[in-house]
């Protein structure tokens, strides 16, 4: 059975217990919007598309006033902006991937694999590693989101 390295008193996995918590409370937050923003495209399309087979079927209705098709087709148009400007189902790949990737990168420090195999027993190495790695995660989640930042993408078009 592999001994886990002792630095100044303390096992690696006390000093990665902060990064640790830190990841996994990432994971638990990224799944929770992954899922939220999944549900939401699911629910806008499912309205799109009900509510144009509905405008559909009461406009050949003479007895149903015409504002009622009007009305529906407005909640169609804004039900299509909010996917258009929200972008749902982007959003979900983001939070998802990245929740992926943290959860790839925790697995590969508390294995000892991958990018963590060949460092150093010191724990500091591994450790300051595995910080620089969630720091990149977290930026680059953070870049992709503010590209589908509707108002940033028009005022970069303008200039």
């Known amino acids: 059975m592999d001994q886990i390295p002792i630095y100044d008193g303390q096992d690696i996995l006390e000093l990665a217990a902060e990064p640790m918590w830190k990841a996994r409370k ?5 799944d929770k919007a992954a899922t939220i923003y999944r549900i939401l495209h699911y629910f806008l399309q499912e309205s799109i598309l009900l509510l144009s087979f509905a405008v559909a079927v009461i406009v050949n209705i003479p007895t149903v006033p015409k504002i009622i098709p009007s009305i529906i087709s407005g909640l169609v148009v804004l039900a299509a902006g909010a996917v ?11 939070y998802n991937s990245t929740s992926e990737a ?6 590969e420090f508390l294995d000892k694999q991958g990018q963590y195999e060949g460092l150093p027993e010191q724990p500091q190495d591994p450790l300051r590693h595995l910080k620089e790695q969630m720091k990149k995660l ?3 989640k953070s870049e992709r989101l503010a590209k589908l930042n509707i108002f940033e993408t028009i005022e970069k078009g303008a200039s």
Not at 26 to 30: A, E, V
């Open 26 to 30: 990432n994971i638990k937050r990224y």
């Open 84 to 94: 258009n400007l929200v972008k749902p189902i982007q959003r979900y790949h983001i």
């Open 102 to 107: 943290i959860a790839v990168e925790l697995t």
């Open 138 to 140: 977290e930026r680059s």
